[in-house]
C-alpha cells in the first residue's frame, strides 16, 4: 500500500505560471488535505475535502484551488504562481474528516522565481 | 478560537538523556482532540498519537510518553533515553468543533537535536 502519493518531489517555477501539484491516495479515505509549510509557521491549512464532490477554506487559501473529482485525488492548482508560494506542500488524508487522524504525503518542495 | 503553542524552537539533548517537549493549546470547546507528528530530516510527517479531551490518562508507547493536563492546557511528550533517530522536528497539533474539526491546527514545531 502506497498510502499517499505527491508529484512532482520539486518543481522550480517562474513567476506568473501555471502549475498543479497531484495527490493521490489509495486508503480509500473519504477526507484530503492541502497544507504548507513555512520555516518559523508550522503547517498552516490551504483547502480540505470532506468527502468527493466537496471542498472547503482553509486558512491560507488565497491564490490557490482544488478539486475532488474522485476519492483518490486531490490536485492543488495556484492559477498565476507568485514568490510568497515558495513553500513545502503536503497533501494528506483521513478516513473521516471528523477530527481523524491525518496522513500525510511526502512532500513537494515548490520554489517560484 | 484555536491555538497551539511550541515554546521551545530547538533542544539539543546528548543521547540516552530523557527530554520533555512542551505544547500549550487554547480552545473555547469541551471535546477536542490533540496531536503529535514527527518531522525526521527527511521530511515527512509521522504519526504518533491523537487523544481526545475526554481521556485524559497518560499514556507511554515505549520509550514515548505523554501527559495531558487539562488544567494548565497541556499536552507535553517526552522521550525516555533519547536516540540519535529521535532528532526531527516534532509538532503538536488541535481539532476543535469552533474550527471545523477537519482544520487542524498545528504549532510551530520544535526541533531536537539528539548528540551522540
Known amino acids: 500500500i502506497a498510502g499517499i502519493t505527491q508529484a512532482p518531489t520539486s518543481q522550480i517555477l517562474a513567476a506568473g505560471r501555471r502549475m498543479t501539484l497531484r495527490c493521490t491516495q489509495d486508503m480509500r479515505h473519504n477526507a484530503m488535505y492541502w497544507y504548507r509549510q513555512d520555516l518559523g509557521l508550522g503547517l498552516r491549512l490551504i483547502h480540505y475535502s470532506n468527502t468527493a464532490g466537496t471542498t472547503g477554506k482553509g486558512e491560507v487559501p488565497d491564490g490557490y484551488s482544488v478539486s475532488r473529482a474522485n476519492t483518490d485525488d486531490f490536485p492543488l492548482t495556484l492559477a498565476s504562481a507568485v514568490p510568497s508560494q515558495t513553500s513545502v506542500y503536503f497533501c494528506?488524508?483521513?478516513?473521516?474528516?471528523?477530527?481523524?487522524?491525518?496522513?500525510f504525503g511526502p512532500g513537494t518542495r515548490l520554489t517560484v522565481l | 478560537a484555536q491555538k497551539v503553542t511550541q515554546a521551545q524552537t530547538e533542544i539539543s539533548v546528548v543521547e540516552k538523556e530523557d527530554v520533555t517537549l512542551d505544547c500549550v493549546y487554547e480552545?473555547?470547546?469541551?471535546?477536542?482532540?490533540l496531536f503529535w507528528y514527527k518531522q525526521p530530516p527527511s521530511g515527512e510527517l509521522v504519526f504518533l498519537i491523537r487523544r481526545n479531551s475526554f481521556d485524559e490518562q497518560n499514556e507511554i508507547s515505549g520509550r514515548y510518553s505523554w501527559n495531558f493536563q487539562k488544567s494548565t492546557s497541556s499536552f507535553n511528550f517526552t522521550i525516555t533515553a533519547s536516540q540519535v533517530v529521535d532528532s526531527a522536528v516534532y509538532f503538536c497539533?488541535?481539532?476543535?468543533?469552533?474550527?471545523?474539526?477537519?482544520?487542524?491546527?498545528f504549532g510551530t514545531g520544535t526541533k531536537l537535536q539528539v548528540i551522540p
Open positions: 497539533a488541535l481539532s476543535d468543533p469552533s474550527g471545523g474539526y477537519q482544520k487542524v491546527t
Open positions: 480552545t473555547r470547546d469541551t471535546t477536542y482532540y
Open positions: 494528506a488524508s483521513s478516513d473521516t474528516w471528523d477530527a481523524d487522524t491525518q496522513y
